[in-house]
Every structure is written in structure tokens, then in C-alpha cells.
């Protein structure tokens, strides 16, 4: 390992330990507070601060352009688009990108495991919570997709499809940026996440929401928020709104109510992804990134 690689290596091992012992659950209470205040004064302040401090949110997009119109920071950060800025890609066989964001990892789910990051893997079981998915899921693809807090937060269906499932799936809130996934294993099977699991004409898909520092809920289109901080802990609760509701390719589906991760996955084996969607490329919202068949 060359002294640069030890040098990131050391500071993706502190930033790990760094958050092992902050108090994640209770900062997160508090952004969920925070960012649904109405105060004129918080509002703007925190809006202010994320437009300086990153430049890379586009407002010619949103439906709303003016920033300051939005009634809390929250309703600004989970702002709707314009429909024309995010084009679906056309044909049932093509599966497109449930999210704006950038692709952490992806490929075939091999004896039950994803990568994580080198060297670390995950299993489908842990991610979904239930050990049945294992057989779902064997030899399928996934993808494994960040959002950075400059992205638009919905989250939309990359197939046409009908919900069979919801869980809710308590958990730690480590943040799940590219050094975490580096220090942290298990990662985003021991965050807090949303699983919701659907039936589509080529086989099972799964859209599993994580959650992470700061994400004060995640909230779907059918069942409102589902992970308010006074609904944590406990175990997994099946989630019955929306069962059975069927959905087309770019519906919205979801939000972050601040940023995260999405990993998609379908247990369709002849899964193949589109030249040039690869680890750290950039996706948005219908892009084609896959095709089945």
C-alpha cells in the first residue's frame, strides 16, 4: 500500500471512529426539528448555508425556483422538479435510475453477497430482512446508488410494478458517504432503511432506502413518513399501506428528508447495465441504466 493509500486509509479509520461514538440518533432529532421549522430566520439561514456551500443545486429546475419560498428547509431540500428536466427512458425492457446520484457500487449478487467497498460485502438477507430473499435474489444485479445533499431527494420506480411489501427496518444511522462504506462493514445492512419489495413482469425488484446521519425520515407516496424519530427502535414493522398498489416507470415512489443511499435490486439474471454506468458515475432520474432480457 503506497504511503497516500495508508495516509486515506487512516483518515477513512478515524472518520469510522468519529462516529461510533457520536450521539447519531439524537442529532438526527434534532435536524428532523430543525429542518421543519417555519422560522423565517432558521429557514433562510439554513438554506443560505447549503446554496454557499454547494453550488451544484441547480433551482432553474425545480418547480419552485426562488429558494426562499419554500415553507421550511425541508419542503426547499425535497423540492419537486419540473417534469421535462428528468425524461424516462422509453421500453418496458429498460430499467432506469430510481434516483439523481452517483453510483457507489453494482453487479451480480454472488452466493447471497454485494460489495460494499473492497474487500467488504454484504448480505441480501441483512439488507432486506428476511431471510426468504435469499432464494429472490440469488444471482440477480443490484446497484448501489449515493445521494449527495446537492441531489434531488425523490425517489422514483425504475420499472413498472406492484408493491407486495414495506419494512421498516430499525437500525444505527452511520452516514453513508464513500469513507464510511470503507470503514464501516455491514454498512447499510445495520443503518436504519426502508425495504420496499415489488413483483414486475421480469422477477422480483427490491428498492431498499437507507438511512443515515441527519436523515430525519424517509416517506413514501403511500404511507406518509414512516420513520419519524418517535417511531425508532423496536423491531421491523411490516408497513401495510400501499400493499398491492400498482406503479409506473418514474412515479415517484419516495423522499429523503435529507440525503442517502438507494440500493436497487432485481433478481432477474439477465440483468445487463448500460456502457459507461459503473462505480462513480453520475445517474439521474429516468436515465436508462440497465437492460433486462
Partial sequence: MSERDQ??????RAFGLLQRVLPKQLLSRTMHALARSTRPSL???MIGATLRAYPLIEMSEAV???????????AFF??????????????????????????????TVREGRLLQAK??????????????????????????????????HR?????????VATRYVPGSLFSVNASTAR????????????????????????????GALFVGSIETVYSGE??????????????????????EKGEELARFNMGSTVVLLHGHRQLHFADGVAPRSVVRVGQAIARLG
Fill in 155 to 163: 425517489i422514483h420506480m425504475p420499472l413498472d410494478a406492484r408493491l
Fill in 78 to 107: 425535497t423540492r419537486a422538479l419540473r417534469p421535462e428536466t428528468r425524461p424516462v427512458a422509453h421500453g418496458d425492457e429498460v430499467l432506469v435510475s430510481p434516483v439523481d446520484g452517483t453510483v457507489s457500487q453494482l453487479g
Fill in 64 to 74: 419552485e425556483p426562488d429558494p426562499y419560498a419554500y415553507p421550511s428547509f425541508n
Fill in 119 to 152: 474487500g467488504i460485502h454484504y448480505g441480501v438477507p441483512a439488507l432486506l430482512a428476511d431471510e426468504s430473499a435469499m432464494a429472490r435474489y440469488a444471482d440477480g444485479s443490484y446497484a448501489c446508488i449515493y445521494l449527495a445533499p446537492y441531489n434531488y
Fill in 43 to 45: 429557514r433562510n439561514a
Fill in 226 to 247: 414512516v420513520n419519524p424519530p418517535s417511531r425508532r427502535g423496536g423491531g421491523v414493522m411490516d408497513v401495510t399501506q400501499g400493499r398491492g398498489r400498482r406503479f
Fill in 183 to 210: 470503514s464501516i462493514a455491514d454498512l447499510y445492512a445495520r443503518n436504519e432503511r426502508v425495504v420496499c419489495e415489488f413483483e414486475t413482469a421480469f422477477g422480483p425488484l427490491a428498492m431498499v432506502l437507507v
Fill in 7 to 12: 495516509t486515506a486509509d487512516s483518515l477513512d
